[in-house]
């Protein structure tokens, strides 16, 4: 049994419109579609695509902050890029926007950089790193 990548992941957003502009503009995200939600307390569901990468954003008003997380919510969403020189690239751009981001973090594997998106979802932007 094989596994060819993955398909989407399914988030909730308290604001679809700041998720829609911050994937779309700080991050090489495209705005898919937006359509009416089909659950309640759904309201909209949009979809973004990065090559084969999908996040599909439930809007939820009921839900406008996350004060701490709880059993089965997410804790961050780990991007990749290919190397050192793009990960830090990708900082200065960060930077650029006025994106709050953290230093370059290197541990024995990966080198990441940490910034929050409008939901307050922890992203990680990482490369592989191997220490001297």
């Not at 996040?55 to 939820?60: A, G, I, M, N, S």
């Not at 839900?63 to 890029?81: D, Q, Y």
């Not at 370059?104 to 922890?122: A, C, E, H, K, T």
């Amino acid at each position: 049994m094989a596994l060819d990548g993955m398909h989407q992941v399914v988030l909730k957003t308290h604001d679809l419109q700041k998720t829609i502009t911050f994937y779309t503009t700080v991050l090489p995200f495209q705005h898919i579609y937006t359509i009416p939600g089909d659950e309640s307390p759904y309201t909209l569901q949009t979809l973004l695509r990065c090559d084969d990468m999908h996040l599909l954003f439930l809007e939820d008003k009921t839900n406008s902050h996350r004060p701490h997380l709880r059993a089965g919510e997410l804790h961050r969403i780990a991007f990749r890029v290919p190397t050192g020189e793009a990960l830090t690239t990708f900082r200065t751009t960060l930077l650029e926007k006025h994106i709050e981001v953290s230093s370059i973090v290197r541990n024995m594997f990966n080198q990441s950089i940490y910034l929050f998106d409008p939901n307050g979802i922890l992203l990680e932007i990482s490369t592989p790193y191997k220490k001297s």
